[in-house]
């Protein structure tokens, strides 16, 4: 029998890969089947349970028929993806739970991913050019094993095609937690990727970068991860135990990319007309490094407003590296805190080689931050 177009198919349990998989009562076993047979327009429906199997996705599809869709039969129960077992390593040598290359037009919803322990390995591995690709209501935890020379990371999308994008990429509603990115990070976008929407997904207790888009790294391509909007994500508890540079959202040579948190080295290249905000940013720098709530360097033309910021004991609120950076715009902040003595003399704005003390110092130095305001803690009544 002909598998035809815009139909459904069905991965179960108890199902058995000889069977035509149209029905759930004649469901395939494996999801890698699924991946190897399911049609443009199809959607696949995975059941309940834990399927311990790594899968490389061989179909895609198009424009005239629409994506390819894997979800979860019963909405209200992910299926789990487990990474227990896995011993097949992907085509480029890492081992994935989920592996594409140059593929477009797959949907990926309500699905779960987990245990896995590798030096070098994800959740979900997206490589090369193509269009289209969508993860929805992803809960990915516990990618393991990450080290000096490999990352355990949740979502990596690569692509060192210089003359085919990977565009049209959507990440929305994902949950990634307890993975071990190391000298990688939990969510990156690396490369010719452009167009895309990484939005409200909540990202904590990585050993490393929350979310990251990458260009100029060796070996990538001069096109980096450009022309994209990260919005309304929550990134919380990241931390690195190489060092105190750990940053929740990261631009590292990425550009034109709305609503993000930039630091970046200028030898990686430098964050360009980007905005960042409407975040929150609360008791950061657990370290007393010095570098307070916001850091820039080498960044230009950027944006930063309408941000709630509410500073550690330090006070500092900002550090700015004039080296390379030029023409950067803060205002309209909200600055309180809870503490009483982290009043307004007292909050610390480090600008290039000064520091001034109070927002009214700031501002009248700079001319930057001239809508900002600060809510002054309350003190406790005795």
């Known amino acids: 029998m002909a598998l035809d177009a815009a139909q459904s198919y069905y991965v179960t349990i108890s199902g058995n890969d000889g069977n035509l998989g149209t029905t759930q009562s004649n469901a395939w ?16 429906y995975i059941g309940p349970g834990t399927y311990y199997e790594t ?9 005239t028929s629409g994506p390819i869709t894997f979800t979860s039969l019963n909405p209200n129960i992910r299926p789990i993806i487990s990474g227990a077992r896995a011993t097949v390593a992907s085509s480029d040598g890492t081992l994935n739970l989920i592996y594409m290359q140059n593929k477009s037009y797959l949907r ?17 591995r997206i490589v090369g050019g193509g269009t289209q690709i969508e993860l929805r209501n992803l809960l990915i935890h516990h990618i393991r094993g990450g080290g000096e020379t490999g990352g355990a990371m949740a979502i990596t999308v690569y692509n060192k095609d210089q003359t085919k994008s990977r565009s049209g990429l959507i990440i929305d509603n994902c949950t990634l937690h307890d993975c071990q990115p190391a000298w990688s990070e939990a969510l990156t976008l690396n490369g010719n990727v452009e167009q895309f929407q990484i939005t409200n997904n909540r990202v904590y ?15 990538m391509g001069a096109l980096g991860a450009r022309s994209g909007r990260c919005a309304n994500n929550t990134v919380w508890n990241i931390h690195s135990v190489y060092d105190s540079s750990a940053a929740g959202i990261y631009v590292d040579g990425g550009s034109n990319i709305t609503n993000i948190v930039f630091i970046l080295f200028y030898s990686r290249g430098r964050v360009i007309n980007s905005l960042f905000e409407a ?11 010095g570098s307070g709530e916001i850091v820039v360097s ?16 330090q006070n500092i609120i900002l550090y700015a590296d004039p080296s390379g950076s030029l023409n950067n715009v803060f205002d309209w902040q909200i600055y309180y805190q809870k503490r009483v003595k982290a009043i307004e003399s007292n909050l610390i704005f480090n600008w290039g080689n000064q520091q001034y003390k109070g927002l009214s110092a700031f501002q009248l130095a700079t001319k930057q931050e001239l809508h900002a305001t600060v809510i002054m803690a309350k003190r406790r009544r005795k």
């Open 29 to 44: 076993r494996t999801i890698q089947k699924a991946a190897s047979k399911a049609t443009p327009g199809s959607t696949v």
């Open 55 to 63: 899968v490389t996705i061989l179909v895609q599809g198009n424009a």
């Open 108 to 124: 990926f919803v309500n699905l779960e991913l987990t245990n896995l322990t590798k030096t070098e390995c994800s959740g979900i």
């Open 205 to 219: 207790n990585m050993n490393n970068i929350g979310i990251d888009f990458i260009g100029g790294e060796s070996g």
């Open 279 to 289: 975040n929150r940013l609360e008791y950061n720098d657990v370290k007393r490094t």
């Open 298 to 313: 080498y960044a230009f033309n950027n944006s930063v407003n309408s941000n709630i910021v509410k500073p550690s004991t």
